[in-house]
């Protein structure tokens, strides 16, 4: 187990030439304590879990010093942000202090096992760069709560993700729409390549930089891509089947991302950058998360056409290293990939062992009688129907979760005789069910309690709703009121970009 000091750092991004990134330290706020450490997330760098308690860590790591090897670095890139392009971006409020190198690879990705032994460490809030554009560097307290929680509710569930280590807390104000208490994140992920990165050089007409960047990003991301055709459509083709299954969990499990600008979009495919993220609770295909965005551009059953659309923005920034024919291929495996893999994790939410063709219609059906039917706890309940009889299933198991249980009734027999077709069995589809249907996800209401403690300087809220979502898939008795939705008339809450 290491300590900040013995930490084993590179930084193979800050080798890259100048107009790839900016040298710059963070500027700490006055006072730092930690506001929450996960674990977990130290060990992807076998960091020790003591270090969280030893006084000097929070300010150790917000001057990020003394961390030998170190070499602090906001990176450049643009985006195209709900539609327009953005031509220079970059860490505005975020600085990457290196890259620790673990003793042996961990898991990031488990659907494709994808292992990572470098990890970018990567802490937002950390100060003005060149890229802050005339704001202030710095996040406030309630996002990296957020963005902690759901990082780690996140990786909990199975979601390819960026990881949070800690949050980092300060009793200076940061200025938003009031003073609010300032905080930074400590991010970890395998990259923060984003598809801005690349539009970055392609829009500036800097095409040896473009050149150079992909070569970076396959030789140091990409390594087992096959060697014997052009490596940026191999490049291309796996960004694009990575960018479909990311989404395809986002849409099994019920999760908005909120702002899916390019500059958002992680060139190795996990969700990257939560800023007013939801899990939908009362179904809603159109639920919008973002408050600012009044057009529900980026709206739940939109996000599968948005990753397309970023996609298409992403060829356009490589269009100087592929044929037409070479991206239009790459590009024509976004939708089959996306839809098998949905498919895939819809029929194991349903507990079905084999695929059958009408399997894809009698999931399709199911949405449309969810509406206003809590997305999470319907699935956790359906665990508990039996396959016995032959009448409609009692619609008491679903009490207290559908409204209108008539809705669903139909669609319940017709799933009642397709798990008898395959002679399911009710204990084992039950225990399968509920290895992948959660009792918790992160809600906005519990997220709300856990900040609003935190604002007062408690931050067991933030501590037990971590404990919580660490496990999602295990009842945790004493802990139901996790799993439950708001109180009817819990207004939503205010959630938008930047914060
Ligand atoms: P986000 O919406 O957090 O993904 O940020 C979009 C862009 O704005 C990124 O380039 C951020 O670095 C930048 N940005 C957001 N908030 C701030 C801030 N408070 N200070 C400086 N830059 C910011
Ligand atoms: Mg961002």
Redesign the pocket.
């Known amino acids: 187990m290491r300590t900040l000091d013995t930490l084993q750092f590179d930084n193979t991004y800050a080798r890259l030439p100048e107009a790839f990134h900016q040298a710059v330290f963070p500027t700490p706020y006055s006072d730092s304590c930690v506001v929450a450490f996960s674990p977990e997330a130290a060990s992807l760098i076998d960091l020790a879990p003591t270090e969280a308690s030893r006084p000097e860590f929070a300010r150790q790591l917000t001057l990020s010093l003394p961390m030998p090897g170190s070499w602090p670095i906001a990176q450049a890139?643009a985006?195209h942000?709900f539609g327009s392009f953005v031509p220079e971006?970059?860490?505005?409020?975020?600085i990457l202090l290196g890259e620790a190198v673990g003793a042996q690879p961990h898991v990031w990705n488990r659907y494709r096992n994808l292992s990572a032994r470098r990890w970018d460490l990567h802490l937002k809030?950390a100060g003005?760069?060149r890229?802050?554009?005339?704001?202030?560097?710095?996040?406030v307290l309630r996002s990296c709560i957020r963005e902690y929680l759901a990082s780690e509710a996140m990786e909990a569930l199975g979601i390819p993700t960026s990881r949070a280590m800690a949050v980092l807390g300060s009793r200076d104000p940061?200025f938003r729409e009031t003073p609010e208490p300032g905080a930074m994140l400590l991010r970890l992920a395998p990259s923060h390549l984003r598809f801005g990165s690349f539009e970055y050089f392609y829009h500036s007409r800097r095409l040896e930089e473009l050149h150079q960047l992909a070569d970076y990003a396959i030789g140091t991301h990409f390594p087992t891509l096959d060697r014997g055709e052009s490596p940026y459509a191999g490049l291309l083709r796996e960004v694009t089947l990575r960018t479909a299954e990311l989404i395809a969990h986002w849409q099994a499990y019920g999760f908005t991302h909120g702002?899916m600008?390019t500059?958002?979009f992680s060139l190795l495919g996990f969700t990257l950058?939560y800023?007013p993220f939801g899990f939908i609770e009362a179904f809603n295909p159109g639920h919008v998360s973002n408050h600012s965005d009044h057009a529900g551009v980026y709206a739940f059953a939109n996000q599968p056409q948005v990753g397309f659309f970023n996609l298409q923005c992403l060829v356009r920034a490589l269009s100087p290293l592929l044929t037409r024919e070479e991206a239009e291929e790459a590009l024509a495996g976004y939708e089959p990939a996306l839809g098998q893999c949905y498919l895939g994790l819809m029929a194991d939410r349903l507990g079905l062992l084999h695929r059958r063709p009408e399997d894809e219609e009698l999931i399709g059906d199911l949405l449309p009688r969810l509406e206003g039917v809590d997305y999470t706890l319907f699935f956790r309940e359906l665990a508990s129907l039996s396959t016995a009889g032959q009448a409609a299933p009692d619609p008491l198991f679903l009490s207290g979760i559908a409204p209108a249980p008539d809705a669903i009734s139909p669609w319940l027999l017709r799933y009642q005789a397709r798990l008898r077709a395959e002679a399911s069995d009710d204990a084992t589809r039950r225990a399968h069910m509920n290895r992948v249907n959660p009792r918790f996800i992160l809600r906005n209401h519990h997220a709300q309690q856990a900040i609003e403690l935190a604002m007062q300087g408690d931050y067991s809220g933030v501590a037990s709703l971590h404990e919580v979502l660490r496990r999602p898939f295990d009842e945790q008795p004493g802990r139901e009121a996790y799993s439950r939705p708001a109180p009817a008339g819990t207004p939503a809450p205010v959630i938008s970009?930047?914060?």
């Open positions: 890139y985006g942000q971006l970059g860490d505005g409020r975020a809030g003005r760069t890229f802050s554009r005339g704001f202030d560097g710095r996040a940061v702002v600008n500059d958002n950058d800023g970009c930047s914060s």
